[in-house]
Nanobody
């Protein structure tokens, strides 16, 4: 059974940093793309970043480019999202999602598997 589990969220002051993790298990193949999305209360889900299975290609939303960094671990079973220079408007539940595909898409409907989300709260 495919599972994605996010971790690393929490409360941080504006200007601070967090490192989010997405642990994947049960994937039928290592060839899959992983993306990060976020959703604040009363808003639509927002694309943040995506990375291919080998970690050689990435894509970022304009709103976070230069502040957030997506990466994969050496074993490819984990994907990380480094959040730097955090702002209050970054407060949201952050989700990772995966799909067996080679193209990096920004559309949430194209991702088959989702984690439960991890809360990021930025104060001040």
């Amino acid at each position: 059974q495919v599972q994605l589990v996010e971790s690393g969220g929490g409360l941080v002051q504006a200007g601070g940093s967090l490192r989010l993790s997405c642990a994947a298990s049960g994937m039928p193949s290592s060839v899959y793309a992983v993306a990060w999305f976020r959703q604040a209360p009363g808003t639509e889900r927002e694309f943040l970043a995506t990375i291919n299975w080998s970690g050689t290609a990435v894509k970022y939303a304009d709103s976070v480019k230069g502040r957030f960094t997506i990466s994969r671990g050496n074993g490819k079973e984990s994907v990380y999202l480094q959040l730097n220079s955090l702002k209050s408007e970054d407060t949201a539940v952050y989700y990772c999602a995966a799909a067996r595909m080679n193209i990096l898409y920004e559309v949430d409907l194209l991702y088959d598997y989702w984690g439960q989300g991890t809360q990021v709260t930025v104060s001040s």
